[in-house]
């Protein structure tokens, strides 16, 4: 258990979610994974993933403080894979990772609409 809240902190630390020290993370055993809540400062939910054997394994979001998604993705053993989404006011970027490189991106403008589904 110790490890897996000094590899949450680990990977939050370069993080834009501050968390207060009251507000400690959520960590739920299911089968063989960890699920992982944290939280920022105002209650709202900062992040949500899976651990699996102490590593980030299965989908991740993360939150800004007002609650509105601004990242989804998949990690695979501790690796970000696939296709990640990263939302900001004006943008969606889609970035394509292969063994947590980044293979391509793929940026989506507010001119031209795509449909998101939550």
């Keep these: 258990m110790k490890s897996i809240t000094l590899i949450a902190a680990l990977l939050l630390s ?3 979610f501050a968390q207060e020290p009251g507000l400690k993370p959520v960590l739920e055993k299911e089968g063989d994974l960890v699920k992982a809540t944290y939280f920022h400062d105002n209650g709202e939910i900062a992040q ?3 651990y699996k054997y102490g590593k980030p394994h299965g989908d991740w ?5 007002e609650g ?10 501790g690796k970000k894979v696939g296709k990640w989404f990263f939302w900001t006011p004006d943008d969606l970027n889609e970035v394509n990772f292969e063994n947590s490189q980044i293979v391509s ?10 449909v998101l589904n939550k």
């Design 105 to 114: 991106v793929t940026k989506w403008s507010n001119a031209r609409p795509v």
């Design 68 to 77: 509105k998604k601004i990242a989804s993705g998949t990690y695979e053993k």
């Design 14 to 16: 370069g993080s834009l």
């Design 61 to 65: 979001k993360a939150y800004n403080a």
């Design 48 to 50: 949500t993933g899976f």
